[in-house]
């Protein structure tokens, strides 16, 4: 059986104990509140019954500890050691008291209490998270502060409140009280009045949600956040430099990334993590001889911090190696792509492109290279810039990232600008390519122009770019994704997510433009559509991975998406 196998298995079974810790923890509070609901009464028949000395303590525990069980359970679902730690003691206090007063519904809860503390000691070593030790700190700072406050508010308006309330003559008698009622939570024995009642429940309600409030502070994961560095830039570099055969790998070099690179293998990936997702952008980087370690490496950081991994955008090169490792992956979509030896405007597929290029000729519009590794212009970025500034505040959703990239010019590296300018030497738009396949392939990465440029600015761009690379010996040129278009693969059944990505593609195409996208690319005559797919790891698509695929590409998320679909409710929008 495989590792990825024997894994998964032993996921499964700490997930049914983490469930069964949620029942136990619900039950242990339902049953040891003051006012017990009279249809749970029959639970109460004790089979045996060793006499507490004080039973208002004993029931405090167990409603302590039940909700101990019920709050650390979610961050025992992502693995973390100090929630498996806090489990284990409070699940040998639950487990004791059982043998102490035992009735017939706590009788059966022992042997699933007395399983699942079995399956945490046995797998111990699945739960290796970390807790940020900032977050304990606020949590216990947040705790004191907050027990302070609320006992002494609340002593205040006892103390208002006193004809309500039995006993009460002085300040000290109702901070007393207050005392009482946060580890008891017994209002009715306090209470004289209706408006008592309600006042003192409030204020229990109000101290438990501080309480719990640090505790989930407390069991905050720490996020592997790494600092990168100069050194790593430059590492990553070489690295895609020798091994970035997919489109998408010059984009590791932007800041919105985090880096893992290899210790036994000379690999990297570039990624973001969303929620507990790891999304990774493009292929892994390495030589295919390290391929299958680096990866093992990988999913080894991934498994030991409980983070899912999505590789969003990759080619078909490791595929099957994902496949093998068990990943499940679908189309996503496709790259237009030209072999530029065999490229050119002649025929009917690129007729438009032809007149487009053909208009921004006769009215002088010229092509240039701008070089700011060689000479720095101060002037040309300025125009760049603010360009580029114009064109996003055209745009209707928030400026895209991960899969995109900047304009680059602060560290411009191995980038090619080309610029447009008209006949009065006004920059028009530019157009950014970025290298892959050892420089055997460019990327247009990002296009942009003035908004009163005239009809053929980008085409001639793209054009006189590709051309000029294929000078230099370049075999491929590339127009970047169409993202969800043309998702079914022949002889495949359709899965679940081609059908999302199917039903996304033909009817919210307002919000980003799919189609619109598709028809400006295939104008140019591709020569050749290349597949892209995802591949994800555990198999099964869910919520959370489809919210990591949106979220890490505009940092505005789903909210950004909600908005332009309610204006296009309120009326018809333009697409994105």
């Given amino acids: 059986m495989s590792i990825n196998k024997t894994y998964n298995i032993r996921k499964r079974i700490e997930n049914v104990a983490i469930f069964l810790l949620i029942i136990s923890g619900i039950a242990n509070v339902i049953l040891s509140m003051p006012r017990i609901p009279a249809h749970l009464n029959k639970f109460m028949i004790y089979s045996s019954d060793i006499m ?25 679902y992502k693995r973390m050691r100090s929630a498996w730690l806090i489990t284990i003691i409070a699940l ?36 290796r998270r970390k807790t940020d030790t900032m977050s304990v700190k606020r949590a ?42 946060l580890f008891f939570m017994e209002t009715s024995a306090f209470a004289t009045t209706r408006l008592g009642m309600i006042y003192a429940d409030i204020t229990v309600l109000f101290n438990w949600i501080f309480i719990i409030a640090a505790l989930l502070l407390i069991l905050k994961p720490i996020m592997y ?12 570099f070489h690295i895609v430099n020798k091994y970035g055969q997919n489109p998408m790998s010059y984009l590791a070099l932007e800041n919105d990334k985090k880096y893992f690179f290899g210790v036994i293998s000379s690999g ?8 507990d997702t790891v999304v990774v952008c493009g292929d892994i980087i390495c030589s295919d001889d390290d391929a299958v370690i ?29 496949n093998s490792m068990g990943f499940e992956s679908i189309k996503y979509g496709e790259d237009a792509c030209f072999q530029l030896s065999d490229y050119s405007l002649a025929g009917g597929r690129a007729a438009k492109v ?13 092509v240039s290279e701008y070089k700011p590794t060689e000479h720095k212009n101060i002037e040309t970025e300025r125009e760049i ?17 991960f899969m995109l990239g900047g304009i680059g010019l602060a560290e411009p590296y191995d980038r090619r600008f080309f610029t447009a300018y008209d006949a009065m030497g006004k920059m028009l738009g530019f157009v950014v390519f970025v290298p892959y396949d050892g420089k055997k392939a460019y990327l247009a990465d990002v296009t942009r122009r003035r908004k009163d440029a005239p009809q053929g600015v980008i085409e001639k761009l793209i054009y006189d770019g590709f051309m000029a690379l294929k000078e230099e010996g370049v075999v491929w040129g590339n127009m970047g994704l169409i993202p969800l278009g043309n998702v079914r693969e022949d002889g495949i059944p359709a899965k679940v997510p081609t059908r999302l990505f199917e039903y996304v593609y033909e009817n919210l195409n307002y919000i980003y433009g799919f189609k619109q996208l598709k028809h400006a690319k295939e104008k140019y005559g591709p020569t050749e559509w290349q597949p892209r797919f995802i591949a994800y790891y555990p198999k099964m698509f869910t919520p959370q991975l489809a919210y990591a695929i949106v979220k890490v590409q505009n940092p505005k998320g789903i909210a950004d998406y909600i908005r332009i679909m309610l204006k296009n409710i309120r009326g018809p929008v333009k697409p994105a």
């Fill in 268 to 275: 990297a990936v570039a990624y973001a993590v969303v929620m």
């Fill in 52 to 76: 507490i000395p004080n039973m208002q303590i004993y029931w405090l525990l167990r409603r302590i500890v039940g909700f101990i069980l019920i709050f650390v359970s979610s961050r025992l």
């Fill in 92 to 127: 040998s206090v639950s487990i004791t008291m059982h043998f102490t007063r035992v009735h017939i519904f706590f009788r059966s809860m022992v042997y699933i209490e007395i399983f699942i503390l079995v399956i945490l000691f046995v797998f111990q070593y699945d739960f």
């Fill in 354 to 366: 032809r007149a487009a290029i053909n208009h921004a000729n006769k009215a002088g519009i010229t």
């Fill in 385 to 401: 810039r603010e360009i580029s500034n114009e064109w996003l505040t055209s745009k209707k959703i928030g400026e895209l990232s």
């Fill in 140 to 181: 216990v700072v947040l705790f004191i502060g907050s027990v302070i406050l609320i006992l002494v508010t609340s002593s205040l308006g006892f103390l208002n409140l006193k004809e309500h309330y039995k006993g009460l003559k002085g300040f000290a008698d109702s901070f007393l009280q207050s005392i009482k009622l």
């Fill in 294 to 322: 680096f990866i093992s490496e990988f999913m080894g950081f991934c498994r030991e911090n409980n983070y899912s991994i999505l590789f969003l955008n990759v080619t078909k090169k490791f595929l099957d190696l994902y």
């Fill in 225 to 236: 956040n790494p600092i990168i560095t100069k050194h790593d830039k430059e590492k990553m």
